[in-house]
């Protein structure tokens, strides 16, 4: 499956920010899909997960209660909804997919297929 994840930008402080993830080339529907970041110097993390129908889902602890994960399998895209934003959410952010993932929550080992990164700066 090929990923193309769009959607990065500048955004201020306790701003938001949409990105989104189009998937082509196969059935979209079978796989788990995730969002990770790399800020620079620092470790791919990751950020948040749903299933391959979209009923379940898992967030960092960073993630929880500001960004929101989900998908629309008739588009085979998924989404990242971001929410007040803070310096420190400052990374390339890239989606992933996996067809035998258990759950919705993996390291980045775990993921085989993978987007290129969209980069999001939160300037104070």
């Known amino acids: 499956v090929q990923l193309q994840a769009s959607g990065g930008g500048v955004v201020q402080v306790g701003g938001s920010l949409g990105l989104s993830c189009a998937a082509s080339?196969?059935?979209?529907?079978?796989?788990?899909m995730g969002w990770f970041r790399q800020a620079p110097g620092k470790e791919r993390e990751f950020v948040a997960g749903?299933?391959?129908?979209?009923?379940?889902?898992d967030y960092s602890n960073s993630a929880k209660g500001r960004f929101t994960i989900y998908r629309d399998n008739a588009k085979n895209t998924v989404y990242l909804q971001m929410h007040s934003l803070r310096p420190e959410d400052t990374a390339a952010y890239y989606c992933?997919?996996?067809?035998?993932?258990?759950?919705?929550?993996?390291?980045?080992?775990?993921?085989?297929?993978w987007g290129q990164g969209t980069l999001v700066t939160v300037s104070s």
């Open positions: 992933a997919a996996d067809r035998f993932l258990r759950g919705t929550r993996g390291s980045s080992s775990e993921f085989e297929y």
């Open positions: 080339g196969r059935t979209f529907s079978n796989y788990v």
């Open positions: 749903i299933s391959r129908g979209g009923g379940s889902t």
